[in-house]
């Protein structure tokens, strides 16, 4: 396997994936894998006052900074499933100082046939959702900007009160990235909705198809337990209840609509 951590070692991992070619990676059943991070805070969800601090106290914005989910995206480049699943989460927050949390994804994965199949709760509410690749319609624009040394172009749902922007790069020319935000010709790099950010950190790759095998089989297993059935929903159905309870918050936050 290997590993690359930062900016510098993305941009020598994309030198090496374009020239040995995507088709060498199926031929040999590799796994790309990335690892991503989300912080509970976006440009949508914080007030003017969150964003201030003091000499006395932290920032609402400094705390949430501090509260850090890491994931990993596993893609098998033969039949391009996929599985999205939080392997931790770090707080680095002042003693006594409580947070609500508004949304966490456990995990995501999608089959060989783009459906998407979604575990995480919004609000303290479970849901497990199903849907597939297309559900979120996206308008494409020509805004470039280079994210972890690579170049990315940007992306906004249709749906404008969806609150959803996402930068994504054909120099990794895979369609997939974080959670169901897919779709998009290229890997997805960077994106925000109301709730949070997600932003790569690490690019490898590997052979072990049988890892990703068994991390799949079970997260299948989890979805369609019957326990989990009283919890389903369609997508996009749950993107656009999100999309009402987030824009009851921002009323609450800035006194509009967005």
Not at 27 to 43: D, E, G, H, T, V
Not at 47 to 74: A, F, M, P, V
Not at 144 to 152: A, E, F, H, P
Not at 185 to 213: C, K
């Amino acid at each position: 396997m290997v590993i690359l951590r930062n900016a510098s070692y993305l941009v020598f991992f994309l030198f090496f994936f374009t020239q040995s070619s995507l088709a060498q990676f199926q031929a040999k059943n590799k796994i790309l894998k990335l690892r991503y991070q989300s912080i509970p805070l976006s440009q949508y969800n914080l007030s003017d006052e969150g964003r201030r601090s003091n000499g006395s106290s932290t920032s609402h914005q400094d705390i949430l900074n501090n509260i850090k989910d890491y994931y990993s995206l596993y893609i098998n480049l033969k039949d391009r499933s996929s599985i999205y699943v939080l392997d931790s989460t770090k707080k680095d927050i002042p003693k006594g100082v409580g947070v609500s949390l508004a949304d966490k994804i456990e995990f995501t994965f999608k089959s060989s046939e783009n459906k998407t199949f979604k575990n995480e709760w919004v609000l303290n509410q479970v849901f497990f959702s199903e849907g597939k690749v297309g559900d979120i319609e996206w308008e494409l624009t020509n805004e470039q900007k280079t994210i972890n040394g690579l170049k990315c172009f940007k992306a906004k749902a249709k749906e404008r009160e969806w609150m959803l922007t996402a930068w994504y790069t054909k120099e990794i020319p895979v369609s997939n990235g974080p959670s169901i935000y897919q779709g998009l010709p290229g890997l997805v790099v960077w994106v925000e909705d109301f709730f949070r950010t997600t932003e790569i950190i690490e690019v490898s790759y590997s052979n072990n198809v049988e890892q990703f095998e068994k991390l799949y089989a079970k997260r299948n297993d989890i979805f369609n337990s019957k326990e989990n059935i009283k919890h389903y929903e369609k997508e996009p159905l749950l993107i656009v209840k999100k999309s009402d309870a987030a824009n009851q918050i921002y009323n609450m936050i800035h006194g509009k609509r967005f």
